[in-house]
């Protein structure tokens, strides 16, 4: 059953006011064979023409994949696009709030300095659960957005089903579950709660486990009336015809997906557990994501040893909660052999 909750309240009044751009293939629907009508260079095919504003195609076979409507999906320029216009659509500068849960992916905290809205952070526990008391205690009338990672970048956990359920059920704004890493995850995500709970908004994205970070494709599932609005304010083709091809194409090859994501969970695996055997390494977190996170006793210069040998990790031991802790995403076999053996030389250096 859907929770009774007004999104409309919450949407900025010049948002509501707003009429959405129409562009002129917004204007049309059906088939065509002469296309005189946008301006375009009637030479070099198919590239000369503008892509669908609305992606509709790409929308219906992702629909299928998700057990979502058509009406339920937006897909942006990346998830960072969905985000920055939950802000644009919800949240009137210098005065209304969101709330983050920290410490997390640091987009949610950027884009609320870009739109000049309060950034409020609630930390998770010691060990990186959620305090549902904690989070619902920072929220006031001013509240437009909760945003909770899960899993969570960059403590790799999970957060328990249970907890964000409490949250979006008792929250009086929305809620915004960001499973980029889902794929991952030994634990259950959110989406099949859409439908049910009005106020609930999930991302996900072709980045991780579709191997597609390359053409920025995000997509946010939300309430139709949400979807609709968002819509509204995007710029008229914010996905090119190159990356909805390229996303088309993978999103058909299912199988490969799945194999990838076997191989990268069997990789974390083996490379949690050689991680845990360097004498260097003090923790090694339990990851439901596609990187571990690990505790070592000289974080910077494990960093930047590793980066003089050509290998790139993150240094997360600034963040709170993360003290001590690199990043580590699981590679190649090859590169997780790497890896391995450039920490063992840090031993003996």
Not at 58 to 85: C, H, M, P, R, Y
Not at 201 to 216: D, E, H, Y
Not at 294 to 303: A, L, N, Q, S, T
Not at 309 to 330: M, Y
């Amino acid at each position: 059953m859907l929770r009774s909750f007004d999104i409309q309240s919450l949407v900025r009044p010049n948002i509501l006011e707003l009429k959405p751009y129409s562009s002129a293939r917004d204007e049309f629907s059906g088939s065509a064979s002469v296309f005189l009508d946008a301006n375009e260079n009637p030479f070099n095919a198919p590239l000369n023409r503008y892509p669908d504003p609305g992606q509709q195609e790409l929308k219906q076979i992702l629909a299928g994949l998700s057990g979502q409507d058509v009406e339920n999906i937006f897909l942006g320029n990346g998830s960072d696009e969905g985000i920055d216009l939950l802000f644009r659509v919800l949240c009137e500068p210098r005065v209304d709030n969101v709330i983050t849960v920290d410490p997390t992916y640091g987009m949610y905290g950027v884009c609320a300095g870009i739109n000049d809205v309060e950034h409020r952070s609630v930390l998770l526990r010691e060990d990186f659960s959620l305090d549902v008391e904690a989070v619902l205690g920072a929220a006031d009338e001013h509240t437009k957005l909760i945003f909770l990672c899960s899993p969570n970048n960059p403590t790799a956990n999970t957060l328990d089903r249970s907890a964000l359920v409490e949250i979006i059920d008792r929250a009086q704004c929305l809620v915004v579950v960001d499973e980029a890493y889902i794929d991952f995850s030994r634990g259950k995500g959110v989406l099949d709660l859409l439908k049910e709970k009005a106020n609930l908004v999930v991302l996900q994205t072709l980045s991780k486990a579709w191997g597609l970070a390359g053409i920025r494709l995000g997509m946010l599932f939300a309430h139709p009336d949400l979807v609709k609005l968002l819509s509204g304010i995007k710029y008229p083709y914010n996905l090119n015809a190159l990356s909805l091809k390229e996303a088309m194409d993978a999103v058909k090859r299912l199988d490969q997906a799945k194999l990838w994501v076997s191989t990268i969970l069997e990789e974390r695996d083996r490379l949690a557990a050689a991680l845990e055997a360097l004498d260097l390494v003090q923790e090694v977190f339990p990851s439901d994501a596609n990187f571990l996170l690990i505790k070592v006793e000289d974080p910077k210069g494990v960093y930047q040893f590793l980066m003089e040998k050509g290998i790139i990790v993150r240094d997360r031991s600034s963040v709170p909660r993360c003290e001590g802790c690199l990043r580590i995403t699981i590679g190649s076999p090859e590169e997780n052999r790497q890896l391995i053996e450039t920490l063992e030389k840090y031993l003996k250096s």
